[in-house]
């Protein structure tokens, strides 16, 4: 199973341009970390819903590869759902850091 999904950067960040970005038909997101800075992203919603369908569950590692780079490894810390459609609004990737050890509910 191939946990590795491919995004696009996004330059400009606010909550106009994710209005843009959303109608556009992506995703923004942000993979953030203690070793990581902060990436705004744009994902391809069918993408990101067949990666849920597959890993059935939160707590598994993604890889984050941005534009071509280097696979970041990170947890989904939150995903924000439209509250009538159930529709992924938002993401926040968690950077998973190299070194120290992290602690997940189960």
Known sequence: MDT???VSSRVVIGKG??????????VPAVVYGKEQQAIAIA???AKLV????Q????NTII???VEGGEAIPCLVREVQRH???R?????????VPKVDEIEIVV
């Open 50 to 53: 067949e990666l849920f369908k």
């Open 17 to 26: 341009e994710n209005r843009k970005a959303r109608s556009r038909g992506v």
């Open 43 to 45: 994902i391809d919603p």
């Open 83 to 85: 509250p009538l459609s």
């Open 87 to 95: 529709a992924i609004v938002h993401v926040d990737f968690f950077a």
């Open 4 to 6: 590795t999904l491919e």
């Open 63 to 65: 890889g984050v590869k």
């Open 55 to 58: 890993t059935q569950d939160r």
